[in-house]
């Protein structure tokens, strides 16, 4: 086992394919490693913050009974008709509500990033400022949602009189932030698609989908690039997708989820086994 100094983990943004975290953070701790850091974007947020209030393996049983929950489904659980009518009226497909309560429930309604085991932080796009943003201190839940919400699908996060959305915009996998902040042995947790080639888009839905996966792969690619010779990187393995985790309403697929954590976790523990040796 490498002990190259502070230990991060970086869980990246990806949806419903944010699943096979949960695969790759069980193998991570049955081979013995424990993270100093952890930076969180979009559903790696929600990852994130339950793993940084309970840096063991335990916290991967609750993510598992998360992932796995009728409250799970119900984030992105509602008709095709009511998302319709709420998408009319307003910006967004599905209500935020089933998310801070899922949340609220697993973390603590009143918990703060103080009350977290390790140093978490998790990232949001600001809209007034068009800007990168940061969540280090304050409220937990408030802090993940806006992370977590993603453009079209949920509403902006109100904080502090400005609007939040999610953190894959900005900086989908943040593993320059890791570095700046210290780490020397970073463990990107990301959900395949960086592993999967890019096409020319064919249907219109797929236009926006591309130019988001050239915005989010050319920052994490530059960011690789220019890493300091005295910091590790290591890229987990997914253990491979499926066809459908490309369309449109993949976002709402929750049958995969057991198969993605499982292999995940297998791909996970013979890379690290590798590395050991």
Known sequence: MYGMGPVAFVLGGGGVLGAVEVGMLRALFRAGYRPDLVLGTSIGAVNGALVAADPTEAATDRLLRLWTSPEAAAVYGDSIARQMRRFAARTHLHSPLPL???????????????????????????????????????????????????????????????????????????????????AREVFVLQVGRIERPLVPPKRPWEVAQVAFEIARRHRFAREIAALPADVRVHVLPTGGGEARDDTPWAYRDMAAVGRRISRAYTATRRYLNEIER
């Open 100 to 182: 801070r309560s899922l949340l609220a429930r697993e973390l603590g309604d009143a918990a703060t990033f103080a009350d977290l085991k390790v140093p978490f932080r998790c990232c949001a796009a600001s809209i007034e400022r068009a800007a990168e943003h940061w969540f280090t201190d304050g409220p937990l839940v408030d802090a993940v949602l806006a992370s977590a919400s993603v453009p079209g699908l949920l509403p902006p996060a109100l904080i502090g009189g400005e609007h939040f959305v999610d953190g894959g915009i900005v900086n989908s996998i943040p593993v320059g932030e890791a570095v700046q902040l210290g």
